[in-house]
């Protein structure tokens, strides 16, 4: 007789007005940080009150029911996450959501030391670390702090305790410019990413250029100085991956400001003060906080998030022309304060 079966039911899809599959949600735990990256929050520390933060519990039922819609990879970001307290049991909590695939973790690797053996222990999908210089003078003009070979150190660390790491670069055009192919070499005989992202309006209000070093030109660059550099498949992918012959890593090239993977885009994020952004450019589309603080049910909850990916906008353009309808400021908030 054959055994009787009962099909695992379909993972559930959460898929916006577009079609697009939404399944990854980037949590931003804190707009606190210890570094004033020029290109973020170059005005020093906005320190939110604690109580405006959405509270581990509230993250972890958000995470919860997002993960029950569909979303099956999770990135803490913030601001630092690894300076609000408690974050490595707040990782493990989400952990252990069934459902949950990938967890990851962005971070400016000054506080990872300690915490490596821990996050070790998590089997997080990814270790993201942003690292713009390879320069420690330049480390600390951009950082506002002297701590290139900590992190550096603790990056090799990351690396060797086979965690997956990739480094995160903002290309800043006049600042590290000249650094670009040393960078991209650390993926010569390292199994990482190294991302080169363009600078977005995300700066604090501080005064954006975009710059002339565009996602084509740093192709060209790379295709220009690396060996047979050719382009590596990717699967929905907000980067373009290139591959250089002989690298045991690769290249990635996150267009954030060309806004060339819109169309494709799978993620949501959560602003650590809980509003909901459909697309990094518009200006919250659900102040998730008020909420869940007003006592909704998770039906209700999952009802409004889906009215709000009913309505996304096509692209990061469309987004910021309605900020801009609005009266918004096109270029303000610290991306500390979104979640990178
Ligand atoms: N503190 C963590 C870190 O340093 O990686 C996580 C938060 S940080 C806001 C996340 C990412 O956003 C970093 O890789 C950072 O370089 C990037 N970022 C911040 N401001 C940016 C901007 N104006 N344009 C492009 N990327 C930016």
Known sequence: MTPHHTPAPPAPTLTDNLGRTINYVRLAVTDRCNL?????RPKGPCDEPRRELLSYEELERLTRLLVEMGVSKVRITGGEPLVRHGMLDFMRRLQAIDGLHQLALTTNATLLGPRLADLRALNLAGLNISLDTLRPERFAAITGQNLFADVFAVIEEAIFTGIPVKINAVVQEGINTDELLDLARLAADRPIQVRFIEPMPFDGGNSFVAGNWN?????????????????????????????AAGFKGSIGLIGGYSRCFCATCNKIRITPQGMLKTCLYDDGVLDLKEVLRSGSSDRELAEMIRACLGRRHADGFAAAEQRKKKGLPGSCASMATIGG
């Open 215 to 243: 996602l084509a030109r740093l192709e060209q660059h790379f295709r220009e100085h690396l060996p047979d550099v050719r382009e590596a498949p990717t699967a929905g992918a907000t980067a373009r991956v290139l591959q």
């Open 36 to 40: 004033n990256c020029r290109y973020c």
